[in-house]
T-cell receptor
């Protein structure tokens, strides 16, 4: 079946540190891949996405590259800020069909300290 | 601007009560979803709807039902609330073939005593 595995948190970093949150997936076919972010007290919002192999999604300084050969979609940011403190969810969607159900990872809490 | 609203941010109910959680979207999306979010488990799909009066079970439908009488509104019903349904409930819309993204509401933190 389809599944997403992401690194367990919490991840604690100092401001301006480099961030990597690992995400690997198992899927039949060719899924679309997403990173969602949940800031404290809020719902999830889309951070970035990639729909095919070798695509790179980017937004707000975050990047992730769809790697089919390693079935990975790791999230990176070169210099984190305190305002990036949030829970990050990796997700996949298998295309096809009338609805596009998302399969989520368990989430990774990022805490950035000044 | 895209908007998904949920009827309550916080809710406290007693065991055995019938609970209604409502979600409204203003984007004319066909698809709507209800998830629950628990620490260490991520988001799990309870039910989704791909059209008015249409619904399908997600991964954890037991103890829940849903209603979609109008396109913009999707309700989650706990027929007889139990303490193990204490959780954060998130509604989302979108995710159709033409709308790749799901848009989430702010969530309802439900506590069942």
């Amino acid at each position: 079946g389809n599944s997403v595995t992401q690194m367990e948190g919490p991840v604690t970093l100092s401001e301006e540190a480099f961030l990597t949150i690992n995400c690997t997936y198992t899927a039949t076919g060719y899924p679309s891949l997403f990173w969602y972010v949940q800031y404290p007290g809020e719902g999830l919002q889309l951070l970035l996405k990639a729909t095919k192999a070798d695509d790179k999604g980017s937004n707000k300084g975050f990047e992730a590259t769809y790697r089919k050969e390693t079935t990975s979609f790791h999230l990176e940011k070169g210099s984190v800020q305190v305002s990036d403190s949030a829970v990050y969810f990796c997700a996949l969607r298998n295309r096809g069909g009338a609805t596009n159900k998302l399969i989520f990872g368990t989430g990774t809490l990022l805490a950035v300290q000044p | 601007d895209v908007k998904v609203t949920q009827s309550s941010r916080y809710l406290v109910k007693r065991t055995g009560e019938k609970v209604f959680l409502e979600c409204v979207q203003d984007m004319d999306h066909e698809n709507m979803f209800w998830y629950r979010q628990d620490p260490g488990l991520g988001l799990r799909l309870i039910y989704f709807s791909y059209d008015v009066k249409m619904k399908e079970k997600g991964d954890i439908p037991e103890g829940y039902s849903v209603s979609r009488e109008k396109k913009e509104r999707f309700s989650l019903i706990l027929e007889s609330a139990s303490t193990n349904q204490t959780s954060m409930y998130l509604c989302a819309s979108g995710g159709s073939p033409s709308t790749d993204t799901q848009y989430f509401g702010p969530g309802t933190r439900l506590t069942v005593l």
